[in-house]
């Protein structure tokens, strides 16, 4: 990609999409925890890389530029690319303004301590923006002050079917038992069952299961490679697919208080769940951080209630009990 005079499709779009953001209250960054950072700087982590770019901004060159065009087209704000350059262009600097909006952060188009801080947060896998459409904060002024989101066309499972069934099929690459895996994923559905007209059912049949849950490393087939620890943590395919995929790589906490975990970078298995079901039952992305549906979350955290964001989102798919 290369500096152009004249302006870009995407840059009609992603300018587009920041003034309908401008109609909404943005959300505020004042709690991003500081941790993002810290961590990053004592642990190998996927986007660490991201700090040297730390204050760059439109038409410098910089080395590791194109690996934050690669984040970006990942995420969805920038189209998939095997030719980006490590030139802030201007393409660049409208994704990270849509970035920062869907994050809560001072719109500024630059690289800014805050912004670099929150992308270099583990996150879950599924995309921010999808085919041109941001699942988080653009929607949200058709919510009122709600800021949850839905895939692209508000996919969800058939009115009529009140019952889903799923199967924890890929355990091999994990050292957690079967027994305390099904105490786990039963306790995260339930949390989205006490909300809508849902329930969910443990089977033992991966073939006849509406959803399938399993741990996975690197690239396991589905266009969605992990990266290791940190970075991406999980993620999960809109209604009806029914794929749910863990990092295998990350150190996951499935009983116990992740907070007193061993590892400065464990994660609460339950916390993650919850967050990937929201995406089996139709709910993209939400830019409030309280929320379930918020794309990152800190190591060593218990976030397993659902916010009245999370709730509002759900029962408007599929309505309460």
Same mark, same amino acid.
């Given at each position: 990609?290369?500096?152009?005079? #004249?302006?870009?499709? /995407?840059?009609?779009?992603?300018?587009?999409? +920041?003034?309908?953001?401008?109609?909404?209250?943005?959300?505020?960054?004042?709690?991003?925890?500081?941790?993002?950072?810290d961590?990053?700087?004592?642990?190998?982590?996927? *986007?660490?890389?991201?700090?040297?770019?730390?204050?760059?901004?439109?038409? =410098? =060159?910089?080395?590791?530029?194109?690996?934050?065009?690669?984040?970006?087209?990942?995420?969805?704000?920038?189209?998939?690319?095997?030719?980006?350059?490590?030139?802030?262009?201007?393409? @660049?600097? =409208?994704?990270?303004?849509?970035y920062?909006?869907?994050?809560?952060?001072?719109?500024?188009?630059v690289?800014?301590?805050t912004?670099?801080?929150?992308?270099?947060?583990?996150?879950c896998?599924?995309a !921010?923006?999808?085919?041109?459409?941001?699942?988080?904060?653009?929607?949200?002024?058709?919510h009122?002050?709600? /800021?949850?989101?839905?895939?692209?066309?508000?996919?969800? *499972?058939? $009115?009529?079917?009140? $019952?889903?069934?799923?199967?924890?099929? !890929?355990?091999?690459? #994990?050292?957690?038992?079967?027994?305390t @895996?099904?105490?786990?994923?039963?306790?995260?559905?339930?949390?989205w069952?006490?909300?809508?007209?849902?329930?969910?059912?443990?089977?033992a049949?991966?073939?006849d299961?509406?959803?399938?849950?399993?741990?996975?490393?690197?690239?396991h087939?589905?266009? =969605?490679?992990?990266?290791?620890?940190?970075?991406?943590?999980?993620?999960a395919?809109?209604?009806?697919?029914?794929?749910?995929? @863990?990092?295998?790589?990350?150190? *996951?906490?499935?009983?116990?208080?992740?907070?007193? +975990?061993s590892? !400065?970078?464990?994660y609460?298995?339950?916390?993650?769940?919850?967050?990937?079901?929201?995406?089996?039952?139709? @709910?993209g992305?939400?830019?409030?951080?309280?929320?379930?549906?918020?794309?990152?979350?800190?190591? $060593?955290?218990?976030?397993?209630?659902?916010?009245?964001?999370?709730?509002?989102?759900?029962?408007s798919?599929?309505?309460?009990?």
């Amino acid at each position: 990609m290369t500096m152009a005079s #004249t302006t870009s499709p /995407l840059l009609v779009l992603l300018s587009a999409m +920041a003034v309908v953001a401008l109609v909404a209250a943005p959300v505020s960054s004042a709690d991003l925890p500081s941790t993002f950072a810290d961590i990053a700087s004592k642990i190998p982590n996927p *986007w660490s890389a991201f700090r040297n770019l730390t204050g760059c901004h439109f038409g =410098e =060159e910089q080395q590791g530029v194109a690996k934050l065009k690669d984040y970006l087209a990942h995420f969805g704000y920038l189209p998939e690319s095997s030719g980006f350059t490590d030139i802030f262009d201007a393409d @660049l600097e =409208e994704a990270i303004k849509v970035y920062q909006r869907n994050f809560g952060l001072n719109i500024t188009g630059v690289m800014d301590a805050t912004t670099v801080a929150q992308m270099m947060a583990p996150r879950c896998g599924v995309a !921010d923006v999808i085919n041109g459409t941001s699942t988080m904060g653009a929607s949200s002024h058709a919510h009122g002050r709600n /800021l949850y989101s839905y895939f692209p066309g508000s996919p969800s *499972w058939p $009115r009529s079917k009140k $019952r889903l069934t799923y199967a924890i099929t !890929d355990t091999a690459a #994990t050292t957690i038992d079967r027994a305390t @895996l099904s105490r786990v994923f039963a306790r995260a559905f339930a949390r989205w069952s006490a909300a809508t007209t849902l329930n969910f059912t443990e089977t033992a049949s991966a073939r006849d299961a509406d959803i399938t849950i399993g741990f996975h490393a690197g690239d396991h087939g589905d266009g =969605e490679a992990f990266d290791g620890p940190l970075g991406t943590l999980a993620h999960a395919f809109a209604p009806t697919d029914g794929r749910f995929h @863990l990092d295998a790589a990350e150190a *996951w906490v499935a009983a116990g208080d992740v907070s007193r +975990a061993s590892s !400065d970078v464990a994660y609460d298995l339950e916390s993650v769940a919850v967050h990937e079901i929201g995406h089996l039952l139709g @709910l993209g992305h939400s830019s409030e951080p309280g929320a379930i549906m918020y794309p990152s979350i800190t190591p $060593r955290t218990r976030k397993v209630d659902l916010a009245s964001d999370d709730v509002v989102g759900i029962q408007s798919l599929y309505g309460n009990k």
